[in-house]
């Protein structure tokens, strides 16, 4: 690990404390802060159903927003996977679930610390993580590094500012760039920076802005409500700003009052904590206004509403006659201006706008908007665009041609990630828990499993013992319904086995030996690789330690290489259909911890199997692969030595070695 990320990781271990005091501190004044704040450090309820499932980070509001039109394509195309949203802020949090209900699952998340990402990740099991705009953690990335969760970026922006900081730390975020499956870049400067930045080509793809295809921006979309008491008002909207903006504003309005009457000012600050301070900058400059969130009516003497509620911006651009985009006259980088394009409104902005620099230039050059240098250029422009309407209504139907033309960019970022979305429905699971004992199934294999079947006595005479594979005790063959099933235990190995049979520490239900086999296998069923389907598994406490066990479904007609090679030679392509299965493993960045001549069988149609999944799990490609196959080549040789006769001989791993390497079908 490079000492950058080292020092990285120091730091936030450092600032973990103080960050969470500091949200629990802000919670006073904006009770949200305090909700979820174990969520924060990893601890998000285990849902095993949803594991193999699409997590995408949204940082705050305007992230889950732009995402809206990606979020319902993949429920669409997804609809028996699990979608988890996660958001930084609370307002994010809350209109998440405002919006999508019981549709998404809605967490926070999680700090950027090595635990914290990594019992996010052990609770949540993804295979998919999906990144809006810009949210690049080292440490989270260095995570689904190690479990080989691949990543992709959407609606990705990046400023030469940007650029220029991540330049500064190759060896912190030279990984991240390569390890990027996706980058669906909102525009082509991103697109550009992207590369230059080290993400390998072909992966970079210029998608355009989600947002121009979230529904609720078009400009045919009716308003959320009914505002008679804006007739007959020419109403002026600032949007998203901030503190020396409404100043300025606040200053220059009376003047602009003066020369249209009817005139009244929408503020919507960015950020809800300032509201109250807003109102008392309202109240100090003496004009009469109107809090939202009272549901006060507009009198004819109102001069300014003050928008202090959350969602309805698209309401008031809809509703406006001049769209001021906050966030661009101080120095800050302006904030996004497709809520009023959306809604066919030209805008006006300031001359700070890094973060949309490339949106910012194609409105002006498409006559859409126009740039002002302070709130009274603002408000002259302003006072132009009412006196001249038709060069107002020339620049709004620019607004709407310019939006429409841009639309598109969620089809084409879901094109994008094709290749990295899951394709098969995961299995249904159930589970429960009764007093010490936790239990997941497949329903499709039970229709209910009592706690009593996990034991050899409850099958009886029926139960068929059979030698587990590399001789560490025996499993069990069932029968249930019709259909046949292996039942195993869980034992030690090694000099461990001396001490405890089959006692391990004790750890969460999520964390047993039999769950993670069972979800391992699950996501490699819903792969269509050649495994066991898992049936049910089984933790039982007491004290200190667990017991474990597993269910599989047998697979008819099968014997492991040990049981054929003592019977007859395999065939050069028995050798390579093994090869090609283990490949396929390996493809998936599926680590098998005890490949051997037990674990690989072959049945009766000639198709390859691969069992016995304790202890694997998902590993970045790596030398790993090739030690993998150096450790089965070491099982040929001993069972060679072992059993008198063995029909093996050096020269049949070339075979296998050729179907592994044979490229795919």
């Not at 805008?347 to 302070?374: E, I």
């Not at 294999?445 to 005790?473: I, K, M, N, Y």
């Not at 195993?488 to 086999?517: I, K, N, T």
């Amino acid at each position: 690990m490079p000492i950058a990320h080292r020092a990285y990781r120091l730091l936030a271990r450092l600032l973990c404390l103080p960050l969470l005091a500091w949200l629990w501190w802000r919670g006073r004044r904006e009770p949200g802060y305090r909700i979820g704040l174990t969520e924060r450090l990893g601890f998000i309820d285990v849902q095993p159903q949803g594991f193999g499932g699409v997590w995408l980070h949204a940082a705050s509001v305007g992230e889950a927003q732009a995402a809206r039109p990606l979020i319902s394509a993949l429920l669409r195309q997804l609809p028996t996977h699990q979608l988890t949203i996660s958001c930084q802020t609370p307002t994010g949090a809350a209109s998440l679930r405002e919006y999508w209900g019981a549709r998404v699952r809605v967490v926070h998340a999680p700090v950027d610390t090595p635990g914290a990402c990594q019992r996010f990740l052990n609770r949540l099991q993804p295979r998919l993580l999906i990144l809006v705009e810009r949210e690049l953690w080292p440490e989270l990335l260095a995570q689904c590094r190690a479990q080989a969760i691949p990543v992709a970026l959407v609606n990705a922006r990046l400023s030469a500012a940007s650029a220029r900081g991540y330049e500064r730390w190759p060896s912190l975020m030279g990984p991240v760039w390569k390890q990027l499956q996706c980058v669906a870049a909102a525009d082509e400067e991103s697109g550009r920076r992207f590369q230059a930045l080290g993400v390998p080509p072909g992966r970079v793809l210029v998608t355009g802005n989600l947002k121009f295809d979230d529904p609720a921006l078009s400009a045919q979309a009716t308003s959320p409500e009914d505002r008679p008491d804006l007739q007959g008002r020419t109403v002026v909207v600032a949007g998203s700003t901030h503190a020396p903006e409404e100043a300025e504003l606040l200053a220059a309005w009376p003047a602009f009052q003066h020369r249209h009457p009817d005139a009244l000012l929408v503020l919507v600050p960015r950020h809800p904590q300032r509201f109250d301070s807003v109102a008392e900058q309202i109240t100090r400059q003496g004009l009469p206004f109107v809090r939202r969130s009272t549901a006060q009516p507009l009198k004819a003497h109102t001069q300014v509403l003050l928008g202090d509620t959350m969602g309805e911006l698209t309401a008031w651009y809809r509703s406006a006659r001049i769209c001021f985009i906050g966030g661009s006259l101080a120095p800050i980088g302006g904030h996004n201006a497709l809520e009023a394009l959306g809604v066919g409104k030209p805008v006006l902005f300031g001359p700070h706008t890094t973060h949309f620099a490339s949106l910012y230039a194609d409105v002006q050059r498409q006559g859409a908007g126009q740039q002002v240098a302070n709130a009274r250029a603002l408000l002259d422009t302003a006072s132009e665009w009412l006196e001249q309407p038709q060069h107002w209504q020339q620049m709004a139907s620019a607004a709407a041609r310019f939006f429409a033309d841009n639309q598109g960019a969620c089809e084409r970022t879901l094109k994008s990630l094709q290749g990295l979305l899951p394709v098969q429905p995961a299995a249904d699971l159930r589970s429960y828990s009764q007093g010490t004992h936790s239990v997941w199934f497949d329903p499709a294999c039970f229709d209910t499993l009592d706690v009593a079947a996990f034991s050899p006595t409850h099958w009886g005479a029926a139960g068929e013992a059979l030698q587990a594979g590399s001789g560490r005790g025996q499993v069990l063959r069932i029968a249930h319904a019709g259909r046949q099933f292996l039942l195993r235990h869980y034992h030690r190995g090694g000099l461990m086995a001396r001490l405890s049979r089959d006692a391990f520490w004790r750890v969460r239900p999520h964390q047993s030996r039999a769950m993670r086999e069972f979800a391992l296998l699950r996501q490699l069923r819903a792969w269509g690789l050649p495994v066991p389907r898992p049936a049910a598994a089984h933790q039982h406490r007491s004290g200190g330690f667990y017991r474990a066990d597993i269910v599989v479904e047998w697979i008819p007609d099968t014997r492991n290489l040990v049981q054929l090679l003592t019977q007859r030679p395999l065939q050069a392509g028995e050798y390579e259909t093994l090869g090609r299965a283990i490949r396929r493993l390996h493809a998936r960045q599926v680590f098998h911890a005890d490949l051997n001549c037990h674990n690989l069988m072959l049945d009766g149609g000639g198709q390859a199997w691969i069992v016995d999944f304790d202890k694997c799990g998902f590993r970045p490609a790596g030398p790993w692969q090739q030690a993998n196959l150096e450790r089965l080549l070491r099982s040929f040789r001993k069972e060679a030595r072992k059993n008198p006769v063995f029909h093996w001989s050096e020269a049949d791993w070339p075979h296998l070695l050729a179907g592994y390497e044979a490229p795919p079908a």
